[in-house]
């Protein structure tokens, strides 16, 4: 159970408790209720919608830590026209996960798969709709947006997308060091975001919703993909999907090595990567580390001139570990 979830029980516990408008008896009958609905209510219902390919199995098991199987040969979901609800089990409790067939196998298939749709959409919490990153073509999902949202408008709310594999946009110079994007490919995955969605807002006028970029393989942007599918969820749901939020760790897959090195307890002590200008000494213990000859020549560089005392905020924000790459890579003239 997430951190926010635990102190709402725990605030409405409390309040019941000490409530002097309240008998015992009283107190006692609600708090039993209470814990019984909770007990009693249903498990978020996630509808994936995506290609073969796209990493929706992957999603699932970065977001809730489950034991999604992951088909890389072949696709993983191969139903054709009826679609059990799987339980899957998360790190913090049981999801029920329906991932439909995708529109484009073919176009023979395309108006039995709008009936299916049209039948377990109304179902869910929540509709995922996976898409690669780096895929530009979309008219296949603007038509399948028409068509299958178009009779049912009361559904585009629940509607979330998510661009995946934000990794293998171009230049293809990803930060495995510090498992981020280049400069050049957050600019890329920006404009991306931006274009992919003003195309969903054309066929869609009503969805106020934003695509976000992520990387499932790499634990990258998570948080962003699952506030948008908390949004999406009715509201009086959204407490129980927040309560199956397990997010893998982006800095799991960061160089081991940087990670021993340190971090910031404000941005404006990482030193920056300035040839004129040599970074100034920080305390290690009782001891000072000196600055090199040279400025860091490289994010890794950079990372590992930190000192230990820095290492407690950078990485625990990944906005500043981003930022701190960002500088590097512009010192470095990239």
């Known amino acids: 159970m997430s951190g926010s979830i635990r102190d709402r029980l725990r605030r409405f516990t409390t309040s019941v408790e000490q409530s002097d408008d309240l008998s015992p008896a009283q107190r006692r009958a609600i708090l039993q209720g209470y814990e019984e609905a909770l007990g009693t209510e249903a498990p978020p219902r996630l509808v994936l919608i995506g290609e073969a390919g796209v990493g929706k199995s992957t999603t699932i098991n970065a977001l809730f830590n489950a034991g999604q199987e992951v088909g890389h040969s072949r696709a993983t979901t191969d139903r054709a026209w009826t679609i059990p609800v799987q339980q899957v089990s998360g790190s913090n409790g049981t999801l029920e996960v329906v991932d439909m067939p995708g ?58 997308f998510g661009l995946n594999k934000a990794d293998e946009i171009g230049p ?11 400069e050049l490919q957050r600019a890329a995955l920006r404009e991306r975001e931006e274009d992919f969605t003003s ?18 393989l790499r634990f990258y942007n998570l948080t962003a993909l699952f506030k948008e599918m908390m949004y999406a969820v009715p509201e009086q749901r959204r407490w129980v999907l927040e ?54 020549g490289s994010v890794a560089d950079a990372l590992a001139a930190l000192s230990d005392a820095q290492w407690r905020d950078l990485y625990a924000d990944r906005s500043r570990l981003d930022e701190f790459v960002r500088r590097v890579e512009r010192g470095n003239g990239r």
Do not use: C
């Open 199 to 216: 195309r969903i807002a054309r066929v869609l006028p009503a969805w106020r919703g934003r695509a976000v970029s992520y990387a499932a």
């Open 172 to 182: 293809h110079d990803w930060n495995t060091h510090a498992n981020l994007p280049s």
């Open 103 to 160: 529109l484009g196998d073919d176009i023979a298939n395309y108006r039995r798969y709008l009936d299916l749709y049209r039948e377990v959409l109304p179902t869910a919490d929540t509709i995922v709709w996976v898409h690669p990153a780096k895929d530009r073509m979309v008219h296949l999902v603007q038509q399948a947006l028409v068509d299958i949202f178009g009779p049912s408008p009361e559904l585009v709310g629940r509607l979330v």
């Open 243 to 296: 309560q199956r939020m397990a997010l893998a760790d982006f800095t799991a897959l960061v160089d081991r090595k940087l990670l021993q090195a340190a971090t910031a307890t404000t941005l404006a002590e990482v030193p920056a990567s300035d040839p004129e200008r040599p970074a100034s000494p920080e305390p290690v213990g009782d001891q000072m580390r000196q600055p090199g000859p040279n400025p860091p």
